[in-house]
C-alpha cells in the first residue's frame, strides 16, 4: 500500500475548506500512521503554470506546513486533475509494483475525484478515510454537499472503499 497526499498546499489550505480542521487533524493522523508503519508517503502538488501566483516558487504552491514530508519522502508535481497524469509516479508505481492506493487531500471534486477514478481504470484498491478529503463551497453546491456526493454516493462500491478514520489507521498498522 502507499498513501497519497494530493495538494495539501498553502494556497488552498484554510478554514475556506469545508470541515477544515476535522479534515486536517485526521490527514496529520493517517500521514504519522503511515510512516509509523513504514507505509511509504508520496506528495503531489498542483501547478497551475507561471504567472498564475500556483506554480513552483510561489509560496501558496508549496505543501502545507501541517503535513510536510520528511526527509526521502517522494513529491511529484502535476500540472492536470489526475495525479497519473505524472508519468514518472505512473512508472514509480509499476516498478514497486503496488495494487493498494489510499488517497487523501485537495480537493474532493477535482483532484482527488481524477485521481480516485484514474486509479480505479487502472486496476489499483483504492481506499479513502473518511474525512480526509475536501473542497470548497463553489456556485452549484456548497463544500458539505460536494463531500458527501462523493464519498457517501459516488465512490463507495464504484471506485472506491470509503472506511472511517479507526478503520483506516488499522489498516495501515495490519498492512
Known amino acids: 500500500m502507499r498513501l497519497l497526499v494530493v495538494d495539501i498546499q498553502k494556497g488552498i489550505t484554510d478554514e475556506r475548506l469545508y470541515n477544515f480542521n476535522c479534515f486536517i487533524e485526521n490527514t496529520i493522523r ?15 502538488q498542483h501547478d497551475d503554470g507561471p504567472g498564475t501566483g500556483f506554480s513552483t516558487g510561489d509560496e501558496d504552491f508549496e505543501i502545507a506546513i501541517q503535513v510536510l514530508p520528511i526527509n526521502g519522502e517522494k513529491v511529484f508535481i502535476k500540472d492536470i486533475n489526475s495525479c497519473f497524469g505524472n508519468k514518472k509516479f505512473v512508472n514509480y508505481l509499476k516498478e514497486v509494483n503496488e495494487d493498494t492506493l489510499m488517497i ?72
Not at 493517517?30 to 503531489?44: D, G, L, P, S
Not at 474525512?131 to 472506491?160: I, L, S, V
Open 30 to 44: 493517517i500521514i504519522h500512521t503511515a510512516r509509523k508503519y513504514k507505509i511509504e508517503v508520496i506528495y503531489f
Open 104 to 175: 487523501v487531500g485537495l480537493q474532493t471534486n477535482f483532484c482527488i475525484d481524477a485521481t480516485v477514478k484514474s486509479a480505479f481504470e487502472r486496476g489499483y484498491k483504492v481506499i479513502i478515510p473518511k474525512d480526509t478529503n475536501t473542497t470548497f463551497d463553489n456556485e452549484y453546491m456548497d463544500g458539505e454537499t460536494t463531500y458527501k456526493y462523493y464519498n457517501d454516493m459516488m465512490w463507495p462500491e464504484r471506485f472506491a472503499k470509503c472506511i472511517s478514520l479507526n478503520e483506516a489507521i488499522n489498516l495501515l498498522s495490519n498492512f
